[in-house]
């Protein structure tokens, strides 16, 4: 029974499948990174080549020494001694051309790699930005391309350069001949000084490129972060030419890293090339009186001029192949995933003029959730009118925004505006007739200008101060230590909670949509800033077709149209009297905030929308 168990040929199966994954990702990578660098690595592999040959003329010229001393001929000392020079000072220039020029090569196709697999999550879908941590995407770009810069230059360093190049044992040395070793290690702290010079000046770049490294994270996260304002306001675009700016600072710093480091081996190597030409020289006297053998002198230059180090990094280069493939396959699955929500072939633009929305048995679920957030959930909202949706956490109001400007696609239904299905339309003009304002205010790292000028990028000064005067914000603006060009600093954290709203609610005014989107505005304010961003939203909301999520519910008494949500659907509909007068579930959610309980009151705490 034992003989005939399948389990072996499974193993064998896998291992084959797995091997030729591998071949086809390396094939891939090769052809759409490697291959159209070819010139620049023509011109890598001649430098490489050169140094190669020039190291392998190594033992010729050893070779010849050892001749000339067997025949005694001293009166060639000092061409031998020349060639020594010349070689090792011809292998140092190719030794820094070579390592500049592969580093550049690969760095270069790294730096392309974050920018494309950054534009490509600006054009995912907000619902695959939102299911994974900003910190898993943000590692993507940066530890997972860093594998992989790491495989090619040791494709490019170890298994070609390095399998040439032999470096002397020291111990070896020391054993052979400690007087000749004395040489070289009198020869070698003259390098002391520059070496030092240099890895101060690799220190300050390596601070520098650390900054900016935490900068470029800073900033990958601060975007990855804010998706939902990015796909809302179009600024995919302005969001990628930042993070091209940073990647291309850091691209610079480490390049300067590159040659700093590149200096110091070809200079220990001209320092080399001086202390083989004394061992010889060492090596003559001493032959000629006696003290040593020409044995000696043999066994002493094959160990300076042995390989070690080479051969190690050959053993592993394999690990560093595969955990490369294995970045670069995380890497693709990146790039590869294309996002659903697109337009259709025939989409047209979406003219909006009534900016009246309607929504017809919509029905939503979240990917892995197992319910429907949203179901069955019909409304008609005329142009120009308030609507306010509210109900207690998790009923599904924040869904609905999010499927307005399509931010998610709904599942079952339809949603129109102005009679136009919205996934006929293209996203472009969609999302240019919305504008969205919520709790968790979304502000970059910049100034008070550029913040409010993302609702219309290329938009003036005077057009920036009226919407800032407009969300009464121009006086607190003023009142800052440099105006509308003061940095806010990151996610606006040096200003207040009323501050930051009214900054988003300035750029929505500036945006000045037909549909405005309010999720939670003004829930998290205190009273005074609660009060000045109300008045504001009141001017603001006045002949603009109005969606408003709120759970303070003094906020939304004035609402045209009051929506009570539960378990995804419209529970009741009608004006705030009216629904105090049903006595159902508006009326408990107004008991349980301590709010009016009857109509006759309710006229007494009635606030503007």
Same mark, same amino acid.
């Given at each position: 029974?034992?003989?005939?168990?399948?389990?072996?040929?499974?193993?064998?199966?896998?291992?084959?499948?797995?091997?030729?994954?591998?071949?086809?990702?390396?094939?891939?990578?090769?052809?759409?990174?490697?291959?159209?660098?070819?010139?620049?690595?023509?011109?890598?592999?001649?430098?490489?080549?050169?140094?190669?040959?020039?190291?392998?003329?190594?033992?010729?010229?050893?070779?010849?020494?050892?001749?000339?001393?067997?025949?005694?001929?001293?009166?060639?000392?000092?061409?031998?001694?020349?060639?020594?020079?010349?070689?090792?000072?011809?292998?140092?220039?190719?030794?820094?051309?070579?390592?500049?020029?592969?580093?550049?090569?690969?760095?270069?196709?790294?730096?392309?790699?974050?920018?494309?697999?950054?534009?490509?999550?600006?054009?995912?879908?907000?619902?695959?930005?939102?299911?994974?941590?900003?910190?898993?995407?943000?590692?993507?770009?940066?530890?997972?391309?860093?594998?992989?810069?790491?495989?090619?230059?040791?494709?490019?360093?170890?298994?070609?350069?390095?399998?040439?190049?032999?470096?002397?044992?020291?111990?070896?040395?020391?054993?052979?001949?400690?007087?000749?070793?004395?040489?070289?290690?009198?020869?070698?702290?003259?390098?002391?000084?520059?070496?030092?010079?240099?890895?101060?000046?690799?220190?300050?770049?390596?601070?520098?490129?650390?900054?900016?490294?935490?900068?470029?994270?800073?900033?990958?996260?601060?975007?990855?972060?804010?998706?939902?304002?990015?796909?809302?306001?179009?600024?995919?675009?302005?969001?990628?030419?930042?993070?091209?700016?940073?990647?291309?600072?850091?691209?610079?710093?480490?390049?300067?890293?590159?040659?700093?480091?590149?200096?110091?081996?070809?200079?220990?190597?001209?320092?080399?090339?001086?202390?083989?030409?004394?061992? %010889?020289?060492?090596?003559?006297?001493?032959?000629?009186?006696?003290?040593?053998?020409?044995?000696?002198?043999?066994?002493?230059?094959?160990?300076?001029?042995?390989?070690?180090?080479?051969?190690?990094?050959?053993?592993?280069?394999?690990?560093?192949?595969?955990?490369?493939?294995?970045?670069?396959?995380?890497?693709?699955?990146?790039?590869?995933?294309?996002?659903?929500?697109?337009?259709?072939?025939?989409?047209?633009?979406?003219?909006?003029?009534?900016?009246?929305?309607?929504?017809?048995?919509?029905?939503?679920?979240?990917?892995?959730?197992?319910?429907?957030?949203?179901?069955?959930?019909?409304?008609?909202?005329?142009?120009?009118?308030?609507?306010?949706?509210?109900?207690?956490?998790?009923?599904?109001?924040?869904?609905?925004?999010?499927?307005?400007?399509?931010?998610?696609?709904?599942?079952?239904?339809?949603?129109?505006?102005?009679?136009?299905?919205?996934?006929?339309?293209?996203?472009?003009?969609?999302?240019?007739?919305?504008?969205?304002?919520?709790?968790?205010?979304?502000?970059?790292?910049?100034?008070?200008?550029?913040?409010?000028?993302?609702?219309?990028?290329?938009?003036?000064?005077?057009?920036?101060?009226?919407?800032?005067?407009?969300?009464?914000?121009?006086?607190?603006?003023?009142?800052?230590?440099?105006?509308?060009?003061?940095?806010?600093?990151?996610?606006?954290?040096?200003?207040?909670?009323?501050?930051?709203?009214?900054?988003?609610?300035?750029?929505?005014?500036?945006?000045?949509?037909? %549909?405005?989107?309010?999720?939670?505005?003004?829930?998290?304010?205190?009273?005074?800033?609660?009060?000045?961003?109300?008045?504001?939203?009141?001017?603001?909301?006045?002949?603009?077709?109005?969606?408003?999520?709120?759970?303070?519910?003094?906020?939304?008494?004035?609402?045209?149209? %009051?929506?009570?949500?539960?378990?995804?659907?419209?529970?009741?509909?009608?004006?705030?009297?009216?629904?105090?007068?049903?006595?159902?579930?508006?009326?408990?959610?107004?008991?349980?905030?301590?709010?009016?309980?009857?109509?006759?009151?309710?006229?007494?705490?009635?606030?503007?929308?």
């Amino acid at each position: 029974m034992a003989s005939v168990a399948p389990a072996p040929p499974k193993p064998a199966s896998k291992n084959l499948s797995l091997d030729a994954q591998k071949r086809g990702l390396l094939k891939r990578f090769t052809r759409e990174w490697i291959a159209p660098r070819w010139r620049q690595l023509v011109v890598a592999f001649v430098l490489t080549a050169l140094l190669a040959a020039i190291t392998g003329a190594y033992p010729m010229i050893i070779k010849a020494s050892f001749d000339m001393l067997m025949a005694e001929e001293t009166g060639s000392l000092g061409i031998v001694l020349g060639a020594i020079i010349g070689a090792t000072m011809l292998r140092s220039m190719l030794l820094y051309l070579q390592t500049v020029q592969t580093n550049r090569v690969v760095m270069r196709m790294t730096t392309d790699m974050q920018r494309v697999g950054f534009a490509h999550l600006m054009t995912s879908d907000f619902g695959r930005l939102s299911r994974e941590t900003p910190g898993r995407l943000v590692s993507k770009l940066t530890n997972d391309i860093g594998f992989v810069q790491t495989a090619v230059q040791a494709a490019l360093n170890t298994a070609v350069r390095d399998a040439l190049m032999i470096v002397a044992l020291v111990a070896s040395m020391i054993y052979l001949d400690w007087m000749m070793s004395l040489i070289v290690l009198c020869v070698y702290p003259i390098a002391a000084l520059p070496v030092a010079n240099l890895s101060q000046k690799l220190r300050r770049v390596a601070k520098q490129t650390q900054n900016e490294l935490g900068d470029m994270t800073s900033l990958l996260t601060e975007k990855l972060s804010s998706a939902r304002l990015i796909k809302s306001y179009q600024l995919e675009n302005y969001a990628s030419d930042q993070l091209n700016k940073s990647f291309e600072h850091v691209f610079k710093l480490k390049m300067k890293a590159v040659i700093n480091r590149a200096r110091i081996d070809p200079l220990l190597e001209a320092l080399g090339g001086l202390a083989i030409a004394g061992v %010889i020289a060492l090596a003559y006297w001493r032959i000629a009186n006696g003290i040593s053998t020409v044995g000696d002198f043999m066994g002493f230059i094959t160990a300076l001029l042995m390989a070690s180090q080479p051969i190690r990094a050959l053993g592993t280069l394999s690990g560093r192949i595969n955990e490369g493939l294995a970045a670069a396959e995380s890497y693709y699955e990146l790039v590869d995933e294309k996002p659903t929500i697109v337009d259709k072939a025939d989409a047209k633009p979406l003219a909006i003029s009534k900016a009246a929305i309607s929504f017809r048995n919509v029905g939503f679920g979240y990917a892995g959730s197992g319910a429907q957030a949203v179901s069955n959930f019909t409304l008609d909202i005329p142009g120009g009118a308030t609507v306010a949706l509210v109900g207690r956490s998790g009923a599904g109001k924040s869904t609905v925004l999010n499927l307005v400007p399509r931010l998610f696609d709904v599942e079952t239904g339809a949603i129109a505006i102005d009679g136009h299905d919205i996934r006929d339309v293209t996203l472009q003009s969609l999302r240019n007739g919305i504008s969205i304002v919520s709790q968790d205010v979304t502000l970059f790292d910049d100034t008070i200008a550029a913040n409010i000028a993302l609702g219309r990028l290329g938009a003036g000064m005077g057009d920036i101060a009226e919407a800032a005067k407009a969300a009464a914000a121009h006086e607190f603006i003023l009142a800052q230590p440099d105006g509308y060009a003061t940095e806010i600093g990151d996610r606006g954290l040096r200003l207040s909670g009323g501050q930051r709203q009214r900054l988003a609610l300035a750029r929505a005014i500036l945006k000045n949509a037909p %549909i405005l989107l309010l999720d939670e505005a003004t829930s998290a304010l205190d009273t005074e800033s609660e009060r000045l961003v109300q008045e504001a939203l009141a001017r603001f909301t006045r002949n603009r077709t109005t969606l408003v999520i709120a759970h303070r519910l003094s906020t939304v008494q004035n609402a045209d149209i %009051i929506c009570v949500m539960d378990d995804g659907q419209i529970v009741e509909t009608g004006t705030h009297m009216e629904l105090l007068g049903l006595d159902g579930h508006y009326a408990r959610l107004v008991r349980s905030q301590a709010l009016v309980a009857t109509p006759a009151d309710a006229e007494s705490v009635r606030e503007p929308v």
